[in-house]
């Protein structure tokens, strides 16, 4: 069974650093074609992918957020961690941390399973 | 950021069918990427609902389908049940920039 979850502050100041970490199970990030993105969603909008991370370290970002993320694994405790720096109040939003979907050495582009969410508001 | 646009709102009655397009262009969508839809229910992660175009993971009821063609994609729900309202969004995968894409979203309201 797989399950992830996220962490972080909730509340986080202009233009400093947010740092989220997505601690999973089920699933092993040292496994061929496993990957883990990350997707926010701003009250009441839609859903903005973020970044990704797979097995081999690959890693993906939104072009227009590029030079403010950076997403990086620790395989030994399961954890999966999302820095985006000089945060605005525009950033405020719920952050999802979801699995890449892999089953049985199939994997398709889409997120199978995902975290319950952590609310992030950025105000001074 | 949306790269993939949906209409803004459904409504139907209960017992009713109701379908949500997803509008994409030739680096998603048309380029051949897969289309999948979540349902979002208030205050609750995205579950998906359709992947690779028109299936069902276990658990989802037949009364949701999906269809692609060209650029653009469809999610059907037949027999509209109440707690069928909830907020619907399609996915591809975008070649030119490399990146997960979502859709605008779509409210489903059962009248």
């Known amino acids: 069974q797989i399950t992830l979850e996220e962490s972080g502050p909730t509340l986080v100041k202009p233009t400093q650093t947010l740092t989220l970490t997505c601690t999973f199970s089920?699933?092993?990030?040292?496994?061929?074609?496993?990957?883990v993105g990350w997707i926010r969603q701003p009250p009441g909008k839609s859903l903005e992918w973020l970044a990704v991370?797979?097995?081999?370290?690959?890693?993906g970002y939104w072009p227009s957020l590029r030079s403010r993320l950076t997403i990086t694994k620790d395989t030994s405790r399961n954890q999966v961690v999302l820095t985006m720096t000089n945060m605005d109040p525009v950033d405020t939003a719920t952050y999802y941390c979801?699995?890449?979907?892999?089953?049985?050495?199939?994997?398709?582009?889409?997120?199978?399973?995902w975290g319950q969410g952590a609310l992030v508001t950025v105000s001074s | 950021q949306s790269v993939l646009t949906q209409p803004p709102s459904v409504s139907g009655a209960p017992g009713q069918r109701v379908t949500i397009s997803c509008t994409g262009s030739?680096?998603?969508?048309?380029?051949?990427?897969?289309v999948h839809w979540y349902q979002q229910l208030p205050g609750t992660a995205p579950k998906v609902l359709i992947y690779?175009?028109?299936n069902r993971p276990s658990g989802v009821p037949d009364r949701f389908s999906g269809s692609k063609s060209g650029t653009s994609a469809s999610l059907a729900i037949t027999g509209l049940q109440a707690d069928d309202e909830a907020d619907y969004y399609c996915?591809?995968?975008?070649?030119?920039?490399?990146?997960?894409?979502f859709g605008t979203g779509t409210k489903v309201t059962v009248l």
């Open positions: 979801a699995h890449r979907h892999c089953s049985g050495g199939s994997c398709q582009l889409f997120f199978d399973h």
């Open positions: 030739s680096s998603n969508i048309g380029a051949g990427y897969d």
């Open positions: 690779g175009n028109n």
């Open positions: 089920g699933f092993s990030l040292t496994t061929s074609g496993e990957g």
């Open positions: 996915q591809s995968y975008d070649s030119s920039l490399s990146v997960y894409v």
């Open positions: 991370i797979y097995w081999a370290d690959d890693k």
